[in-house]
């Protein structure tokens, strides 16, 4: 995000917008929290994590009062346009205020790329990077003591975090919410990965999963002596955020804040700026807010072909 932020701050300056940042998400342009931002407050964040505007999940924002007061705080600072960098929420809230006349365009951001109107989102090839380097050790665990891992990582509802780090890191076991399975399914595979021979079995769950890291230690725990084997389970949670951004997130980040300054100063609001297609596009709001993007079933299908 902070890649995005740079970019917005120093090509608006270039094309003769005065930029202002807001902190706190919508809890900031509910409260009026803007500050001045020139090409040197933005200067040393590309490489860092996270945003140095701060975020907030803010429960007043979804309430009409919050939004009524966001719009006028838009109109008492004539704001010419409103870039709001985020995912899922972040988009349907900015729908919302484009609903209502506000010029907003959003910039498609999220760990768990389940957004429309972008193939990948800003953070997702960072978190995955994170989540692969936690499998590449636990398989170096795992391989000497011949034992079973499981991994839960993030990703919301959308298994797509799991199913790419699993596939780029080579789990044996993919489980991901958009596709059902059981623990005794589960317990099969891994068995079935030491009988062909290899000396590690390790499974990556999706957060949202029905069967998360909660119900299959209980599982393991309860039926751990039947199967023959224990499992050791690692939750990588929010270590998954905040890593430093790789190139790809930078220059994602830099394309995108930049072509939502080209939107805001062409006036076309209502849209998000997104990847389609390797290309940066514009999608309309309105078909991005309040829908969920699935993960891939076809590289689910590639996954269970690789871990044989
Ligand atoms: O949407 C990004 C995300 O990291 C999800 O993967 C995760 O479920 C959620 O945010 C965690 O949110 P919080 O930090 O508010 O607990």
Redesign the pocket.
């Known amino acids: 995000m902070n890649a995005a932020i740079r970019a917005v701050v120093r090509v608006g300056i270039a094309r003769g917008f005065e930029v202002l940042g807001v902190q706190h998400g919508y809890a900031g342009l509910i409260g009026g929290e803007f500050r001045a931002l020139g090409p040197r407050d933005v200067g040393g964040i590309i490489q860092l994590g996270g945003t140095v505007l701060g975020t907030t999940?803010c429960e007043e924002f979804k309430t009409e009062a919050g939004r009524t007061r966001a719009l006028d705080h838009l109109q008492a600072q004539r704001i010419a346009g409103l870039i709001v960098i985020g995912?899922n929420g972040s988009q349907t809230g900015a729908w919302e205020l484009r609903r209502r006349g506000a010029p907003v365009i959003g910039i498609a951001s999220?760990?768990?790329n389940d957004l429309y109107g972008s193939d990948v989102t800003i953070g997702c090839m960072t978190a995955i990077d994170v989540a692969l380097e936690a499998i590449d050790r636990l398989k170096v665990t795992a391989s000497s003591l011949d034992r079973a891992f499981l991994v839960e990582v993030?990703?919301?509802k959308s298994g797509h975090l799991a199913l790419v780090a699993g596939i780029a890191g080579g789990c044996e076991v993919i489980v991901i919410p958009e596709i059902e399975t059981d623990p005794e399914t589960i317990a099969r595979q891994l068995r079935e990965a030491y009988e062909r021979g290899k000396r590690h079995a390790l499974a990556i769950v999706a957060?949202g999963a029905r069967y998360d890291a909660d119900a299959l230690t209980q599982f393991f725990g309860e039926h751990g002596e039947r199967l023959g084997f224990d499992l050791r389970v690692t939750r990588l949670g929010?270590v998954q955020?905040g890593g430093a951004p790789g190139a790809f997130d930078r220059m994602l980040g830099t394309q995108l804040g930049a072509a939502a300054v080209a939107a805001a100063a062409d006036g076309r609001f209502g849209v998000i700026v997104g990847l389609c297609n390797g290309k940066v596009e514009e999608t309309p709001l309105q078909d991005v807010a309040g829908r969920m993007k699935p993960a891939d079933a076809g590289l689910f299908e590639l996954a269970q072909m690789l871990a044989m």
């Open positions: 999940r995912g999220t760990i768990d993030m990703g919301r957060e929010h955020r």
